[in-house]
């Protein structure tokens, strides 16, 4: 291997492209030897990671696909030492973030990685001109920009395990994001009203907030606002919905957030159809960057349409039996809907009296909630009756909230005195 000086003077010339180097090997990788069935006891997955955040994106994001992932921490210093001695995986994963000297090191790891193995690469770079180096020249397969969340894996990492093609960087439209209680009065609608608003202002994307919930629904009045009624009637005749329909109907809440929401009396009998929910949704897509949409539980066959092309689900929950077991079966729906994967399991009102015990929610779900919401008895309460966001004075919600925001909208999120702070709390 050359000198790590040269006419770049960035220890560039040093890299060697990884596909030269797998094939200036002098001999291939042998598949066959002690302890070594042909390509049977080759491991599928192997990932070396800088921290624990990657990880668990790793797993939430490869769920469905392989049960429990070979996972290490190190990063790519610790990739360079084992793929030196170890049988090679079919695809390494490898995390170069807060390395110095990155293409130095991903030459040598180009020098220990097999012809035939998949590398993809993860770190803190996210400018254009890394990508295309990593890429192009260095012949690395995927490169993905962290934050990594579990969209970005289900979307650009596990279709090297499938076989599957990559998804196109986010098809043309905002994404859709679907926020199901697990049964009524988990904290649903609390959940959805104030990450809309907190991606709106940390993210500074253009965010639409549906709410299906036409009898009965409380987004508007968390915000202090009165819905028209032009959502039901749009959603039973959806050529009512024109170019002036989003005009008409929906409420501002600060420069980049709109609200679409309805107050059907409880006599009334709305009947929404599932054409009409997908044809709202594709005309938010378009004007939107995110939209999240707060379903009903148990969701009707048109709120089905609104799960069936969310990007990410939200199941939230309360830690008590009853909701743990709607909670599952929620997760069972979306899974039907969407495949594995896309659902994320948040428990609100974590510590509240009477809770029951982390071991216990763990058994329940197979695993950890994703995101724990702590109960705030004083805050929510407070800011529901004054038709105020609790975002707005509650910094617990905020730092709980922090995660998803991340997750739904790929950027980081600085959980105390960043721009958070500066743009919603004082």
Known sequence: MKSSTGRYGDGREAVMDIAEAKAAREEPVSTTGPGLDGQAKRAHFLAFVADQATEDALRGGLSGVLVN??????????????LEHEDPPRVAFVDIGGTSDQLTWLGALATVVAPDVTVIVTGDRADIEFYREVTRILGVD???????????????????????????????????????????????????????????ETSRTHVALLDLHLRGGHTAMMIGERPSAGLRRALENPQMMDSLFLERVAIPVGERLRV????????????????????????LRQRFNLIVV?????????????????????????????????????????????????????????????????????????????????????EVPKATNLGRPAL????????????????????????????????IGR
């Open 392 to 423: 707005r004075d509650s910094r617990a919600l905020r730092r709980a909230l922090a995660p998803l925001t991340q997750e739904v909208c790929g950027t980081r999120i600085h959980r105390e005195g960043g721009l958070l702070r500066r743009l």
């Open 260 to 283: 679409l929401a309805a107050d059907e009396p409880f006599d009334a009998d709305p009947r929404p159809t599932p054409e009409a929910v997908g044809r709202l949704i594709e005309i």
């Open 294 to 378: 707060d379903v009903p539980t148990p969701p009707s066959l048109a709120d089905r349409q609104a799960l069936a092309v969310a990007r990410q689900t939200l199941v939230v929950f309360s830690p008590d039996m009853v909701a743990l077991r709607e909670a599952e079966q929620a997760r069972r729906l979306v899974t039907g809907l969407t495949g594995a994967g896309r659902t994320l399991m948040v428990m609100n009102r974590a510590g509240c009296p009477g809770a029951l015990s982390m071991p216990v929610i763990k058994e329940a779900l197979g695993g950890k909630p994703d995101v724990l919401i702590p109960d705030l008895p004083r």
């Open 142 to 200: 995927e490169y993905v920009a962290k934050p990594l969340t579990r969209d970005k894996v289900a979307s650009l990492v596990k279709p090297h395990l499938t076989g599957e093609e990559v998804e196109e960087a986010v098809s043309r439209g905002g994404r859709v994001v679907a926020v199901c209680g697990a049964r009524g009065g988990v904290g649903a609608t609390t959940v959805a009203v104030n990450l809309a608003l907190q991606v709106a």
């Open 69 to 82: 992932p070979l996972i290490r921490h190190g990063g790519v210093q610790a990739a360079v030492k084992a």
